[in-house]
């Protein structure tokens, strides 16, 4: 059986009308890679792509030729002849069948199905095709040597491996020169081609060549043969006899001279050529080859459009890096603009062209599903290349990097953050928008508050980092501590703080150390100053330190950053000689800095000082002066002028001081500070009356103020000059307080301090002597009150505050007008003969501390109620007794606001220690918890509320206690008038 065209993989095949094209489009592939197979020798995978184009049209008969022809090959004739009797039995009257399935099994030959491509006859489409003629006759073999019979004994022979009897019928020249012979040639070709038999098949199809008849797929299968034993230059020679060279035979040889490492050769042998590649795949083998010389394969012009980008992947950066820009973006125009990116991207960055290289980078992003990385990278370049615009618009498309890593996400935060700083205007309003939806993590809402740090936008930097968490790092701290520090200051110097705990000794601590001054925290901005090392610190530092230092009285360390300040070689200027003054404790030495000071340059201040200092050393004349001096520097200062007045009633010329108060009053009529101030004044000055008048013409100006207007602050203010203008005015002031309980106890501010009552009751009327009666706060109080305590037994009678009543007749002593402390003598006697008192004097003082301004027990105009507290000490001493008795008590209430107006419920809480010493000591430790509900009355348009009464119950346990009893509950009643 002759071989069908085993080298068609180039051509169409006639599959005959029976298959539609779809079914010729699916099957064609087969076909080709079956006979592309068998000329590189790969029988097998012939097969298989035979058998799968069968199983496509399993009634095709050329189909069925094909395969049975490689069955044959490769040794498998019975295969070959199941083949051909299927096929036989589908189409009983197709001649080929008939004449192959009879060559098959020796009863004739078969018409060659050649392939010769020289001069091979085509159907109408073009397709080689087995002949489809009439077999001859049948001959008897047995007496004849015909051609048929030569060639049925060939194939014979040839299925039986016996290629030398094959062979030797073709010695026969008439024999070798028919078509019979042709075909048992080829057949004997590709045996021995199958078996190795190399030299056989070498002499076959060099037969075939001088006979003319050697086809195109021969030639190649022969060039193979050549290559595969290395002989390079008889392939070479073969090439050359050839003609137009087949491309896929030049691309052999070209393998095997790179094989040969000969790459010389290689270059000369490629060098021109341009093969009619029929496949991308042998192309780009051709290309990879070409690639040893730079040169050659940028000559190179590739006919698939994948191979033109894979060689304009290869040379374009090259390009790009030797700066031949325009050779790379010739070979850029030749491929799709959205092919080879990057390298256009990086073109783009040299030209200069920033928005197209920022529209390229974004098609980047999307061809690689927005890799963080390659966005890190990108944006990055954009912004060397001076493209910050297209950066941060690069930066804000991607915007938040959901799936982006932690630290590469940190990193783009980072880098949009610095961007929006430098350009603010980059950012429209959406994007502001989508930046301020704060994000998951404390770090995220931490980059963006960088973000609008940058864009000045406080208020959005506090929303963001409002939550104070403690997870927030030291920039955070920080970004929060700059945009709080004008809406409120004691937050900013809150963040301040966080920010140095995380990042102590460096500029968090020096913005510490600034805050904490602006809100008079000096001991925190002195120690934070102390926190640096002295040696870092700049001479304006320096300065700074010791301004802090000064504030808070601590002048070892104000003198340790002067003289620092000068081994550093600050200015020894008149701010320096004020701190200097300042730090000395020596007055002497403090006038004489004061005095190089105003010599350097005069101020007010320093003048002031001066003269304080010259008071102090009862030099008032020189003290005078100096206001004097003061007063010409800024004749306009009220409170400069305030003092002055002082300087002048401290000098005896009392009318000389109130002028100056009016002189300020005259200049600002409409100024209600100057009123304030002149009300402060004459209440210094002990005229209440003068101060009296004033605190009404504010009063005045209060309560012109319009309903929405009433601020907290104005409310505040007009209370407490109501409250001064009162004060001011009370002669008399009577009180009363009484409480009762299950066992003994001690109850604050008690008319005996230390003493443990059951029941107590007093009632007491004062009355302010001197004229004015009360003089800058201080007072003298004539005073007399009736006490009385509980019973001594457990009868419940006994727990009536009535028994053994006292009168107390005494003078009451406020020595210091701005502190709640008292000094009191008092002679106490026995109204019930018969009880258990006894005539005594007593010595006493008390005082009060922490109940003044926000945290008083007098009534808050503003807020719906407030926080009280009272840290009240009281000590006695009893001449006659010799006995000694003190209390300390500390409470902490709120005052809730109810019903109508200027009543509280008021819950507190206090804890007490009393002590009684006589013959031996008595120690009494107790806590408390009550209520109380408070009521003030009496109010006018000018004086605050005369009068307050409170009723409330109390429970007590005692800690350590010489009484019987540790638990006790009590009723309490008291009120003022």
């Not at 290395?230 to 790179?258: C, M, T, V």
């Not at 050769?265 to 690639?291: I, N, V, Y």
């Not at 959406?430 to 740090?453: E, N, W």
């Not at 203008?725 to 501010?749: C, M, V």
Request: hydrophobic share 40%.
């Amino acid at each position: 059986m002759a071989a069908p065209a085993l080298a068609a993989v180039e051509k169409n095949f006639d599959l005959g009308d029976e298959v539609s094209s779809y079914r010729r489009f699916i099957i064609y592939p087969h076909l080709q890679k079956g006979f592309a197979s068998l000329e590189r020798g790969d029988d097998s995978r012939a097969i298989t792509e035979f058998e799968s184009a069968r199983r496509l049209a399993p009634g095709n008969a050329t189909i069925a030729l094909y395969l049975a022809n490689a069955y044959e090959r490769t040794g498998q004739p019975d295969r070959a002849e199941v083949v051909l009797e299927e096929a036989r039995q589908r189409t009983p009257n197709d001649a080929r069948i008939t004449s192959a399935l009879a060559a098959l099994q020796g009863l004739k030959p078969v018409t060659p199905l050649d392939d010769e491509p020289e001069a091979m006859p085509q159907l109408a489409d073009g397709a080689p095709a087995p002949q489809a003629s009439q077999a001859p006759p049948a001959a008897d073999c047995s007496e004849e040597r015909t051609p048929v019979c030569r060639s049925i004994a060939g194939n014979a022979a040839l299925r039986r491996g016996q290629l030398a009897q094959a062979q030797a019928e073709l010695d026969d020249a008439g024999f070798a020169a028919s078509s019979e012979g042709i075909a048992l040639r080829r057949a004997l070709v590709q045996r021995a081609i199958y078996l190795k038999d190399w030299k056989r098949a070498e002499a076959q199809l060099t037969a075939l060549q001088s006979a003319g008849r050697l086809t195109g797929g021969e030639r190649s299968q022969w060039l193979n043969l050549l290559l595969g034993q290395g002989r390079l230059d008889e392939a070479q020679a073969l090439l050359d006899q050839g003609g137009a060279h087949r491309a896929q035979d030049q691309l052999a040889y070209a393998q095997a001279l790179s094989r040969q490492r000969d790459d010389a050769g290689l270059m000369r042998f490629m060098a021109g050529k341009q093969p009619a590649f029929q496949s991308a795949a042998d192309e780009r083998q051709w290309m990879s080859l070409l690639q040893r010389d730079d040169a050659r394969y940028a000559a190179y012009v590739p006919r698939y459009a994948g191979n033109r980008r894979d060689q304009a992947e290869v040379l374009v950066p090259r390009l790009i890096a030797q700066g031949n820009d325009a050779a790379a973006l010739r070979l850029l125009d030749q491929l799709p603009a959205d092919q080879l990116l990057n390298e256009r991207f990086a073109l783009s960055l040299r030209r200069g062209q920033l928005d197209q290289a920022g529209k390229q980078a974004s098609a980047l992003l999307r061809e690689r599903g927005n890799d963080p990385a390659l966005l890190d990278a990108l944006s990055y370049q954009l912004m060397q290349a001076g493209g910050q615009k297209q950066a941060a618009r690069l930066l804000l498309d991607a915007y938040p990097y959901t799936d982006t890593p932690p630290l590469r996400r940190a990193a783009l935060e980072q880098r949009l953050a610095q961007l929006v700083t430098e350009a603010p205007g980059l950012l429209n309003a959406a994007d502001k928008a989508r930046l301020a939806r704060p994000l998951d993590t404390v770090g995220q809402r931490s980059r963006q508050a960088a973000i609008f740090s940058g864009l000045k936008d406080c208020k959005q930097v506090r929303t963001l980092l409002g939550d104070l968490s403690p997870a927030y790092e030291r920039d955070a701290w920080m970004l929060l501590g700059d945009c709080y520090r004008e809406p409120a200051p004691g937050l900013a110097q809150y963040s301040y703080a966080e920010a140095d705990l995380r990042d102590p000794g460096g500029d968090a601590t020096r913005a510490l150390a600034y805050q904490a001054f602006a809100t008079k925290d000096y001991p925190t901005a002195l120690q934070a100053w102390q926190a640096l090392p002295q040696d870092e610190l700049k001479p304006a530092e320096l300065m700074a330190a010791a301004t802090t230092a000064v504030s808070a009285g601590d002048t070892a360390e104000a003198t340790r950053w002067l003289d620092a300040y000068v081994v550093h070689g600050g200015d020894r200027s008149d701010r320096y000689w004020s701190l200097r003054a300042q730090a000395e404790a020596d007055p002497v030495r403090q006038r004489d800095a004061l005095e190089k000071a105003i010599a350097l340059h005069p101020e007010t201040d320093y003048y002031v000082r001066l003269a304080a200092l010259q008071g102090a050393a009862g030099d008032d004349k020189a003290a005078l002066g100096s206001l004097q001096r003061a007063e010409a520097l800024a004749p306009d200062d009220p409170e400069l002028k305030l003092t002055l007045g002082y300087a002048y009633w401290r000098a005896g010329d009392a009318a000389k001081a109130r002028e100056l108060l009016e002189q300020v009053r005259q200049r600002y009529p409409d100024d209600p500070a100057v009123v304030q101030q002149l009300v402060y004044a004459n209440q210094r000055l002990a005229d209440n009356n003068a101060a009296r008048a004033y605190a009404r013409q504010v009063i005045d100006e209060l309560n012109a103020y319009p309903a929405d207007e009433l601020t907290d602050e104005v409310l505040d203010q007009r209370f407490g000059f109501r409250r001064l203008h009162e004060d001011l005015g009370r002669r008399w002031s009577f009180s009363a307080g009484a409480f009762s309980g299950t066992s003994s106890g001690g109850i604050g501010n008690a008319a005996d301090p230390g003493t443990a009552y059951r029941a107590y009751s007093q009632v007491e009327a004062a009355y302010r002597l001197g004229d004015p009666p009360i003089r800058n706060g201080r007072t003298l109080e004539a005073y007399a009150r009736i006490f009385a305590g509980g019973g001594s037994s457990d009868d419940a009678y006994d727990a009536l505050p009535i028994y053994s009543p006292m009168l107390g007749v005494g003078l009451r002593w406020k020595p210091i007008g701005t502190q709640t402390l008292f000094l009191s003598a008092e002679a106490q006697m026995p109204l019930d003969r018969g009880g258990d008192g006894e005539f005594d004097y007593m010595l006493r003082a008390s005082a009060s501390f922490l109940n003044d301004g926000k945290f008083s027990d007098d009534w808050h105009a503003s807020g719906r109620g407030w926080v009280a507290q009272n840290l009240y000490l009281d000590a006695a001493y009893y001449i006659k007794a010799q006995r000694t008795a003190a209390t300390a008590d500390y409470r902490l209430s709120y005052h809730k606001k109810v019903f109508s107006k200027a009543q509280t419920i008021e819950p507190y809480a206090h804890v007490q220690y009393n002590l009684i010493h006589d013959d031996g000591d008595s120690n009494d430790f107790r806590a408390g918890i009550g209520v109380r509900w408070n009521f003030w009355y009496g109010q006018t348009e000018y004086d605050a509320y005369r009068h307050k009464n409170s009723v409330g119950i109390e429970f007590q346990h005692a800690f350590s206690t010489y009484l019987d009893e540790t638990n006790s509950a009590f009723l309490t009643f008291g009120g003022t008038w």
